[in-house]
C-alpha cells in the first residue's frame, strides 16, 4: 500500500543531493527512511525533525547512525512543500554557525529565484 504524501520534499539546487552522494550506504538508507517518515506522517518526532531556534523558519533534519550525526536544513514553502538545503556531519555538540548562516542565505536564494520568475 502506498503511503500518502502530507509533505512534498524538494531539493534546492544540488546542496543536498551533492551531501547525500558522499555518505556511507547505511547513512543514506537513514536519511531515505527519515525524509519518508517527514513526507508521510502528520506530527514527526522532533529527534527527526524540528525549527532551530533564533532562525528564521529554519528546519533541522536529524539522523543518527553508529554513533555519528549528521544534519540538513531545511525550510517550508507554502506549508507542505519541505525544501532541502545543505547538509553535513556535526562533530561537537554546536551547530556550526557557519552552516546555519548558509540555510538562511540559501532560503532567501530560494524565495529570491522564486519571485523573480
Known amino acids: 500500500?502506498?503511503?500518502?504524501?502530507?509533505?512534498?520534499i524538494f531539493y534546492f539546487k544540488n546542496y543536498y543531493l551533492n551531501?547525500?552522494?558522499q555518505l556511507k550506504p547505511e547513512v543514506k538508507k537513514k536519511f531515505n527512511w527519515t525524509l519518508l517518515l517527514i513526507a508521510t506522517i502528520e506530527r514527526v518526532p522532533a529527534k527527526y525533525f524540528s525549527h532551530m531556534e533564533g532562525t528564521s523558519g529554519i528546519y533541522e533534519i536529524r539522523v543518527e547512525v553508529?554513533?555519528?550525526?549528521y544534519r540538513v536544513f531545511s525550510f517550508f514553502d507554502k506549508g507542505h512543500l519541505v525544501?532541502?538545503?545543505n547538509g553535513f556531519q556535526?562533530?561537537?555538540?554546536?551547530?556550526?554557525?557557519?552552516e546555519i548562516e548558509l540555510a538562511e542565505k540559501?532560503?532567501?536564494q530560494?524565495?529570491?529565484e522564486k519571485e523573480s520568475e
Open 1 to 8: 500500500m502506498e503511503e500518502e504524501l502530507i509533505r512534498n
Open 90 to 98: 556535526k562533530k561537537s555538540q554546536k551547530t556550526p554557525k557557519n
Open 19 to 21: 551531501f547525500f552522494e
Open 110 to 112: 530560494y524565495f529570491d
Open 66 to 69: 553508529g554513533g555519528d550525526i
Open 83 to 85: 525544501v532541502l538545503v
Open 106 to 108: 540559501l532560503k532567501k
